[in-house]
C-alpha cells in the first residue's frame, strides 16, 4: 500500500514540476532555466521540512516516504538541471551554466536548511 502512496504522490509532484516550470518560464526571458531552478530549490524547502517534521514532530515514516520520496522525488528533477546545464555549457554559455549548476546547489542546500529549520519550530 505504501508503493502506491509513493506513487501517486511521485505523479502528482511530476504535475506541479511542470505547472510550476511552465508558469515561471513563460514569465521569463533569457537562456537561464528559471523553471527548473524554482522547481528545485522549492523541492529541496519541501523535502527538508518533510524530513524535519519526521525527524523533530513524530511524522511516521510513511508519511515520509510519500512526501518525501514520492512528492519530492517526483516534484524535483535532477536530470533536466543535469541536460539544462550541459547544453548551455555546449552552447558556449559557460558563466550561465556555471550559475544554474553552483546557484541550484547553493540555493537549494539553503533552501532544504530553511525548511529543516521550520521543522525545528
Known amino acids: 500500500m505504501i508503493g502506491l502512496g509513493v506513487a501517486l504522490a511521485a505523479g502528482l509532484g511530476a504535475v506541479c514540476r511542470y505547472l510550476l516550470d511552465e508558469v515561471v518560464t513563460h514569465r521569463t526571458r533569457g537562456s537561464f532555466p528559471y523553471g527548473t531552478f524554482a522547481v528545485n530549490v ?4 519541501v523535502l527538508g521540512l518533510v524530513v524535519g517534521l519526521g525527524l523533530h514532530h513524530h511524522l511516521g515514516g510513511d508519511a515520509v516516504a510519500v512526501l518525501g520520496a514520492g512528492f519530492a522525488g517526483g516534484y524535483t528533477t535532477l536530470s533536466t538541471w ?7 555549457g555546449r552552447e558556449g554559455a ?5 550559475a544554474n549548476v553552483f546557484g541550484s546547489l547553493a ?4 533552501a532544504a ?3 529543516l ?3 525545528l519550530l
Not at 522549492?42 to 524547502?45: A, D, E, K, L, V
Open 42 to 45: 522549492t523541492g529541496s524547502f
Open 113 to 115: 536548511a530553511a525548511g
Open 107 to 110: 540555493l537549494g542546500l539553503l
Open 94 to 98: 559557460l558563466r550561465v551554466a556555471a
Open 82 to 88: 543535469a541536460w539544462e546545464s550541459l547544453e548551455l
Open 117 to 119: 529549520g521550520l521543522a
